[in-house]
C-alpha cells in the first residue's frame, strides 16, 4: 500500500479537534458545524501569495470576468522565481504583474526583495495561528512559524483574488513527535533528511502535519522553517510548529527591527499571539491519522540523495567514500537565512574553496543579505571564493547561473534534488546542512566540518523511530454527532452507481487523458469522453457507461497537472471517482471542475482480494455503491445485494455543494461576481 488516507478518522469522535483542524475552523466559511480531516470546507485564507505565477493567475482571473480583487489586503505578489531573466519577454511579464498590482492595490515585492515566501514571514503576511496559502508548492514554509501554509493551484489563486473565497478537503493529520535534543553539529536540515529517508514509504503523502514532542522547544525558528520547508518534499500538505515563546520571542525581535506602526507585526498582534497560542492547542481527544516519533538525539547529519530525497545517508558513510563535487551551493528559501549563512562562515572563515569547484551563495531575501553582510558572515564567504547570486531564487530550480552539467556532482542547502531540476539530468545532485555543504566545498568531496580540523565526521547510532496509525478504518466506528449534513436545491442526496474496477497504483493524467489531445483546444466533449482512459485500458469506453463509478487504487490522477484528466471523466457521464489516494493536482482539478472524489482504502483492498490475479484492466464488478450526502456515508453492496462495506466519508459543506452545483469553481466564481 503507498499512502493511506483514513478518512473516516473524523468520525471515531466528533468532538476534539487537532490544532490543523482549529485554524481551518477559524477560515471556514458559511458553517456553524465543527470541522474535521476529511470534510470540505469553503476557506477565506488570511493571505494568498503568487509569485511570478502571478500573471496567469491575473489571466485567468480576469477571464472569470472579474474585474476588483475582493480584498486586496489578502493579496501579496513577490517576484522572486526567474529573477536572473532579463529577456523583453521576462521584463514585459514582471511590468504587467506590477501594473496589475499597483491598479488593484494589492502588495507588491518586487525582483531582488528575496524569496516570497521568506517575505511572507519577515513581513508578517503568513502569521501564527493563520491560514495563508500559495499558488506555491512549498507554502508548507509557513508552518515553521506556525501558520497553516498549503498550497493552491493558479485556479483557487484566482478564486481567491475574485471572492476571497477558495475550498480545501482536510487532509488526514499526521502528529510528528520530536522528542530528546540534537547532537551539537546535526542541524533542522539533518531532522527533515532524516525524517524524509526514515519514513519513505509515502508515509505522510497528502497528509497535514503537527509538529510536536519536548525536542520542538530547543528548535530555532531558522531550523523550523527549513524543516516545514522541506514537508513538501516528504508529501505532506503542510508542517505545522507549534506556538511557543520561540516563537513569540522571534516576532517581539522582528518588532524591534520594523519599529512601530507595522500593520501585522506590532505590540497588539504579538498580544494577541500570546493569548491566541494558549487556546489553539490540540484537544485531548483530537484524533491524528498517524503518530510518528523521532529521537532526536539519535539523530547524525545525514546527506539526501543523489537525485531522491527518499535516499537519506549518515554523513559517516559517505564521507570516506571520496565522492567528489563540482559544485556547491548555498541558496533558496529552504537554507539561506542568516543562521544558515552564518553557519556556513564559520565554517569557511579563512579557508579557501577547493580548486575546480565552484560555490554559489544566495540570500532568501535582501533583508538577509544586508544582515549577513553586517555581521561579517557573508563577506567570509566571498573570501573564500564563493560567488554570490541575487537574492531569490535561482539555480534550486534549474534558472539561471551556476546549474548542473552532464556528468557533474553537487551538494546543496537546498530542498529538492530530482533528476535535472538544478540542471542536466545526467547530473547528480545532494542536499545536506549549510555547514555539510560549505564543508564539502572546501575538501572538494562530500565531508564534514569536522574533517577540516583533522577529525572524523560526526559518528552514527541506530535511530530511534516509531509509526502508528492512529485510527484505521477498521476501529472506525460508524458514530457521529446526529446533525444530518444540509443539501442544498440541485445537489443530489444520493449517488449511485456500479463500481468499474481499474486495479492499478499512481494511475498518471495520461493514462487517464493522453497527451497528443491536451493542446487540442477544438475537442468535443464526446470526443473527450471517448479517449477517457484510452492510455490506460483501450476497452475501457467499451466496458463502461454513463453513471458508472470508476474504483482504482493510489495516488489517482498522478503526474502532469491537465486540468483534461477530471473533465473527460465528466464528460464519459461520472459524477464520481473513488480511489485509495489521489494525487493532490487531480483532487483539486476534479472540484475545481465538479468531480466529485472518494477515497475508501477499504474498499479498493476489499475488490483487490476479490480479483486477485486477473489481469483484466477493467472490470464491471456488479458491485453497487451509493454515496448518501445527507448522512456522509458510503454503502456498497455485491451483486446480491448484500452490504459489503459502510463507512463515513467526509462531510460536503453546503459551500462545496454549491461549488459542484454552479459546474466547479470557476462557475461559481462567475455567479459570485455577478452578487
Ligand atoms: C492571524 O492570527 C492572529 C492570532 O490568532 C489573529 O489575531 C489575526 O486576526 C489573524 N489574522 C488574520 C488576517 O486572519
Ligand atoms: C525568460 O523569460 C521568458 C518570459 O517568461 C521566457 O519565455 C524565457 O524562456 C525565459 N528565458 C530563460 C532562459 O529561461
Ligand atoms: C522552500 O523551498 C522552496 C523551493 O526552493 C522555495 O521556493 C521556498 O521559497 C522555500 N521557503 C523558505 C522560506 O524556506
Ligand atoms: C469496442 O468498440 C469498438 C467500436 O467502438 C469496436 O471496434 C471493438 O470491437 C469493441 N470491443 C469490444 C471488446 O467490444
Redesign the pocket.
Known sequence: MTSIRYFSVSTVSRRGQNLTEKIVQKYAQGTNKKVFSGDYVTIKPAHCMSHDNSWPVATKFMGLGAKHVKDNRQIVCTL?HDVQNKSEANLKKYANIEKFAKEQGIDFHPAGKG????IM?EEGYAFPLNLTVAS?S?SN?YGGVGSLGTPVVRTDAAAIWATGQTWWQIPPVAKVELVGELAPGVTGKDIIVNLCGLFNNDDVLNHAIEFTGDGVAKLPIDYR??IA??T?EWGALSGVFPVDQTVVDYYKDRLKRLGNGHPRINEETIAQLSEDAKQYQSDPDAVYAKHLVVDLSTLSPAVSGPNSVKVSTPLAELAPQDIKINKAYLV????S?LSDIQAAAKVLKGKKIAPGVEFYVAA?SSNVQKDAEHDGAWNDILEAGATPLPAG?GP??GLGAGLLKDGEVGISA???NFKGRMGSKDALAYLASPEVVAASAVLGRIGGPEELEGKPVHPTVPVKKSIQSGSSAATATTEDDGAAVEVLDGFPKQITGELILCDADNINTDGIYPGKYTYQDDITKDEMARVCMENYDGEFKNKTKAGDIIISGYNFGTGSSREQAATCILARGMKLIVAGSFGNIFSRNSINNALLTLEIPDLINKLREKYKGSDELTIRTGWTLTYDVTKAQVTVTDENGDVVLQQKVGELGTNLQDIIVKGGLEGWVKEEIKK
Open positions: 522572486d524569496i516570497g515566501h521568506q514571514i506555491d512549498h514554509t522553517l527549513t520547508n522541506m513538501t533558496s528559501c529552504t537554507n537565512r532568501a531564487c534550486c530550480i537546498t530542498n529538492r
